[in-house]
């Protein structure tokens, strides 16, 4: 059974850098395109960043120049790296996993998902 844990949220300050981490289990990483999704309180999921199977990236126009994903295929754990952080960052943040998605990386119907993990920037 498939499992995505999500790790490394906080609290930080505006201007602060933060990496979110997401290990994945039971299943072949390196067959699935991995996303990062953000979900504030009575809102719907919105799009940050995706990485393709074979290493291509994709980012929301929000976060573009700001946020970095990567992926270990060796360690099973896909990354975001967040830097100059807004208080419009702050959200919960979702890993998911898709076997072999090719398009329409921010439409948040990916196959597995994590359970979240906490981002708060303060201004």
């Known amino acids: 059974q498939a499992q995505l844990v999500e790790s490394g949220g906080g609290s930080v300050q505006a201007g602060d850098s933060l990496r979110v981490s997401c290990v994945v289990s039971?299943?072949?990483?390196?067959?699935?395109?991995l996303g990062w999704f953000r979900q504030v309180p009575g809102k719907e999921h919105v799009f940050v960043a995706a990485?393709?199977?074979?290493?291509?990236?994709y980012y929301a126009d929000s976060v573009k120049g700001r946020f970095t994903i990567s992926r270990d295929n060796a360690k099973n754990t896909m990354y975001l790296q967040m830097s100059n952080l807004k208080p419009d960052d702050t959200a919960v943040y979702y890993c998911?996993?898709?076997?072999?998605?090719?398009?329409?990386?921010?439409?948040?119907?990916?196959?597995?998902w994590g359970q979240g993990t906490q981002v708060t920037v303060s201004s």
């Open positions: 998911a996993a898709d076997i072999l998605r090719a398009s329409d990386f921010h439409i948040p119907n990916y196959d597995y």
């Open positions: 039971g299943l072949v990483f390196a067959d699935y395109s």
């Open positions: 990485i393709r199977w074979n290493g291509g990236t």
